[in-house]
């Protein structure tokens, strides 16, 4: 089935040292986005590729960078986590090209704990 | 700036009856309103998308309303099963076209046999 993988579902970093996340879709959607879920509260937007076209929110940190190397993947780099890091990362694809909304896919997220 | 506002308070209710779920926002009207089912430790899974010219969508047991005069959006589940327990989502995108999504924090519904 098509879908998008999220790599490692729990990941787990010192504080201060560099942690990668990984998403991968077989949807062969041109939109990709990074979001972070804190408990009870909403997904907030980070960042979100159109096809190689990197846009960032005004109010991501420095912290947070991204890569997208080809339509499939995309990863979530944060240089220096702090305990205010901790949170639930899921990235989502969707298509665009028609004019209409559509509808995000997501992963099942990665569990990003800090020591 | 934009505020969505869904009741943060849990939903309980018997199987069998019809649960009923809100969205409020504020400022501007949004060109689309989406819901999504989020589970424990799951990514959210999009269920039903309604524009800002219809009044009603439904998929099976699901009906979602539109009203853009009270700036809201009803999420309507009948003959709802433990099965529905769930935390589920609003989202607003605000143009027509590709947009981001701003998301509410979620109403959680619990359905008991």
């Known amino acids: 089935d098509a879908m998008v993988i999220q790599n490692p579902r729990y990941q787990v970093t010192q504080f201060g040292k560099p942690v990668t996340l990984s998403c991968s879709q077989t949807?062969?959607?041109?939109?990709m986005y990074w979001y972070q879920q804190k408990s009870s509260q909403a997904p907030k937007l980070l960042f979100h590729?159109?096809?190689?076209?990197?846009?960032n929110e005004a109010d991501t940190p420095d912290n947070f960078q991204s890569r997208r190397p080809n339509t499939s993947f995309c990863f979530l780099d944060i240089r220096s986590p702090g305990l205010g890091d901790a949170a639930m990362y899921l990235c989502?694809?969707?298509?665009?090209?028609?004019?209409?909304?559509?509808?995000?896919?997501f992963g099942d997220g990665t569990r990003l704990s800090i020591l | 700036s934009q505020k969505i506002e869904q009741n943060s308070e849990a939903l309980n209710i018997q199987e069998g009856k019809t649960a009923t779920l809100t969205c409020n926002y504020t400022n501007y009207s949004p060109a689309y309103l989406q819901w999504y089912r989020q589970d424990p430790g799951r990514g959210p899974v999009f269920l039903l998308l309604i524009r800002e010219n219809e009044k009603e969508k439904r998929k099976e047991r699901l009906k979602v309303t539109f009203d853009t005069t009270l700036k809201q959006s009803l999420f309507h589940i009948t003959a709802s099963q433990p099965a529905d327990s769930a935390t589920y989502l609003c989202?607003?995108?605000?143009?027509?076209?590709?947009?981001?999504?701003?998301f509410g924090t979620g109403t959680r519904l619990l359905v008991s046999p």
């Open positions: 949807l062969n959607h041109n939109v």
């Open positions: 989202a607003l995108a605000f143009l027509p076209g590709f947009q981001k999504l701003v």
């Open positions: 989502a694809t969707s298509r665009d090209g028609d004019g209409n909304n559509q509808p995000q896919h």
């Open positions: 590729y159109y096809d190689k076209d990197f846009n």
